[in-house]
């Protein structure tokens, strides 16, 4: 079973326009968020991210995004204001 972190918060972005299908992506990542579809990188659920920047950081053609650890802090901010989890 994969671990999913708090649901739609992930900071993570894909331009499929950049990516040149090497597949580093698929490689580094330690939750199998990215498979190789069409010879293109493809998200398989962005829930899954920890925002780690694993695949950003090691992306070759600059075509992922992630901002490291922001999408959960922003999750618990926006729960304390709403009063919600």
Do not use: W
Not at 3 to 12: A, I, K, P
Request: aromatic share 2%.
């Amino acid at each position: 079973m994969k671990q999913e972190y708090l649901r739609g918060v992930s900071t993570l972005k894909l331009d499929a326009a950049k990516c040149i299908g090497c597949g580093m992506c698929v490689n580094v990542c330690p939750h199998a968020v990215f498979r190789l579809e069409g010879r293109k990188a493809a998200v398989t659920d962005a829930d899954l991210c920890m925002e780690c920047g694993a695949c950003a950081g090691n992306c070759p053609a600059d075509a992922i995004a992630v901002k490291k650890g922001v999408g959960c802090a922003q999750a618990v901010r926006n729960g304390l204001l709403r009063g919600t989890e």
